[in-house]
């Protein structure tokens, strides 16, 4: 039976009159690579910001290994971390002096800042950009970059928002193989727009429109519960082929 990283329970956040994420409930498992899909405004972002403690509950909870978002954000915020799609690199700093930075911030000691830098930069292939500064990295490595700064503080649980968008295709096939090595090691939630990338790397995709769960399961599982072949037609029929 697999263990349950993250469980949410009716979780809802509203701003004002709106509900962004309306009660939503599923789980995910320790060393999944878990599909967060949606159009914008469907509540992905919204939803994250309440696992990291970004964003105040304001209904419902979640437990992310044991630890409630409401009750024990303290004990959650050392095993989460999250890759956001916009690179937040130090431009000026090397990318070495990136991995410190992120590391003394947590609290690292000097010890385990030094193996845990070692171990990402070696699964990373980050050795021949070591002691370049960021600013000078491509889009391609700076994302790369920008994952093992979410890593190197060793979560459990790490968020992957776009971590592809605006790559070209070689970079973005690098970016899947980076994101492929790290399955099974690691709970992974990966948000995206490119439904083929969701397809290729996910073990389970949820989608969400409004605020609300409109599907969840395997890429095949969604496309056949539409009578589909191709993740986009069974994505836009799920959604309901609404933008908003």
Request: hydrophobic fraction near 40%; glycine fraction near 8%; proline fraction near 2%.
């Given at each position: ?29 320790d060393g999944e ?36 978002i409401k009750k ?35 609290g690292m000691k ?135």
């Amino acid at each position: 039976m697999m263990k349950t990283a993250i469980k949410i329970d009716n979780l809802t956040k509203k701003f004002g009159p709106k509900t962004a994420v309306n009660k939503v409930s599923f789980e995910i498992y320790d060393g999944e690579l878990f599909g967060l899909l949606g159009v914008n405004g469907a509540g992905k972002t919204t939803t994250i910001r309440m696992l990291t403690g970004l964003s105040a509950v304001t209904d419902g909870d979640a437990e992310i290994f044991g630890h409630s978002i409401k009750k024990d954000l303290q004990k959650v915020k050392p095993i989460v971390n999250v890759s956001t799609q916009e690179t937040a690199v130090a431009g000026n700093l090397t990318v070495k002096e990136n991995l410190e930075l992120i590391a003394n911030i947590y609290g690292m000691k000097k010890n385990e800042m030094e193996e845990s830098i070692e171990s990402i930069v070696k699964s990373l292939e980050l050795n021949e950009v070591l002691s370049q500064k960021a600013k000078t990295l491509s889009g391609g490595w700076q994302r790369r970059l920008s994952i093992a700064m979410a890593l190197v503080t060793k979560p459990k649980v790490i968020f992957l928002d776009e971590p592809t968008l605006g790559l070209d295709v070689i970079a973005r096939r690098e970016l899947w193989n980076v994101v492929t090595s790290l399955k099974g090691k690691i709970t992974i939630i990966l948000t995206t727009h490119y439904l083929e990338e969701a397809e290729a790397l996910c073990d389970r995709i949820a989608v969400m429109a409004k605020g609300n769960i409109m599907a969840l399961g395997t890429a095949e599982e969604l496309k056949k519960s539409v009578n589909k072949t191709n993740i986009e037609d069974a994505f836009i029929e799920i959604v309901g082929g609404e933008k908003k």
